[in-house]
């Protein structure tokens, strides 16, 4: 009778159901980072508006099945609108000057215009204008240091800029992912969509941008990008779905009808010695019955506002500030 030695060592059988997992997870590896690349190509520095699939999943957007990862689309807004300013308003670049620096309410330095035009999305014409001003790095009359700039820009950007523009009535924040961590070369990180709402004057109606807000800082400054977004599916915006008529909790200019238009604007702080360069470049359409005729010869003169406007801004924070620390 044959007999079998039960010291023999049994062979290894595979694990098919390891195997298998593995090559799953590598395979959903590979996607991933072909989905983060394909996302960082698109060039999103457009007046495009975008959709809900288009940005990363959030409840809010009832978009969880959106493939765009938090961190490739900040880095990508980030990288895509630094290098625009970069590029275009280099000697080189498509950006022109617009007569000479301007004069800006309380801030001590001017402001140079600049402008182009290029065809966007869909060969859709976009009429940009930039300006750059040059400031003292410090925290006197007519001036401010990085930080404040930092503060009054880059943190809380969409509050802040309601509180310093006369003519924004209100600002929703639809939704904040909240602090993105790990995006390279970036710190402070945060991606929020928010609803703009400024009066303009009778018998037009009010104007709303609806906004992604992306801002950053490097170890050369920070920079702040929006670019539009469709929020009209959304249940979290108030104006852009015509919410805002049927609520009860809102009054006065919020309950009114409003226009939904578009904005795209890069804006980049960053110092150079004693100075600080603020960059800002943006194109916009308010759409309804106002043409890009009538549009276009009022932004150099809003953009240049804006600068003083902000000084005049941080200048009553600096106060506030000063009385607290006083006490």
């Not at 765009?68 to 498509?94: H, M, N, P």
């Not at 330095?109 to 976009?126: D, H, I, L, N």
């Not at 009054?152 to 309601?162: K, N, T």
């Not at 194109?283 to 019955?289: E, L, V």
Request: glycine share 8%; aromatic share 6%.
């Amino acid at each position: 009778m044959a007999t079998t030695s039960t010291s023999a060592p049994m062979p290894t059988v595979p694990n098919d159901n390891v195997a298998n997992g593995k090559a799953l997870e590598n395979k959903a590896v590979q996607v991933k980072a072909s989905q983060d690349k394909a996302a960082q190509e698109k060039d999103l520095i457009h007046m495009r508006a975008l959709s809900p699939s288009e940005l990363p999943p959030h409840p809010s957007l009832s978009n969880e099945t959106s493939t765009v990862t938090l961190r490739a689309f900040a880095s990508t807004l980030l990288a895509q609108g630094s290098a625009f300013l970069t590029t275009e308003l280099s000697d080189s670049g498509s950006f022109k000057a617009k007569g000479s620096p301007r004069a800006s309410g309380g801030s001590a330095a001017k402001v140079q215009v600049y402008a182009f035009e290029r065809r966007g999305a869909a060969a859709r014409p976009e009429a940009w204008f930039a300006r750059v001003s040059r400031h003292d790095a410090e925290a006197r009359s007519g001036c401010a240091s990085l930080a404040e700039f930092d503060f009054g820009l880059r943190q809380d950007h969409s509050r802040h800029e309601g509180e310093y523009t006369p003519d924004v009535f209100d600002v929703n924040v639809v939704l904040d992912y909240g602090a993105v961590e790990g995006v390279q070369g970036w710190e402070g990180v945060g991606v929020s969509v928010v609803e703009m709402a400024h009066k303009i004057p009778f018998p037009l109606l009010n104007r709303v941008f609806a906004v992604v807000v992306v801002s950053g800082k490097n170890k050369d400054g920070f920079v702040v990008v929006q670019v539009p977004v469709r929020l009209e599916a959304v249940q979290a915006a108030r104006y852009s779905n015509g919410a805002n008529k049927k609520d009860a909790s809102l009054k006065g200019l919020q309950k009114k009808g409003v226009v939904i238009g578009e904005y795209v604007s890069i804006e980049r702080c960053r110092q150079e010695g004693n100075e600080i360069i603020w960059e800002m470049a943006t194109a916009s359409d308010a759409k309804g019955s106002l043409p890009m005729a009538l549009q276009k010869p009022a932004l150099p003169g809003k953009i240049t506002l804006d600068v003083g406007l902000f000084i005049d801004w941080i200048e009553k924070q600096r106060t506030k500030q000063e009385a607290t620390n006083g006490h």
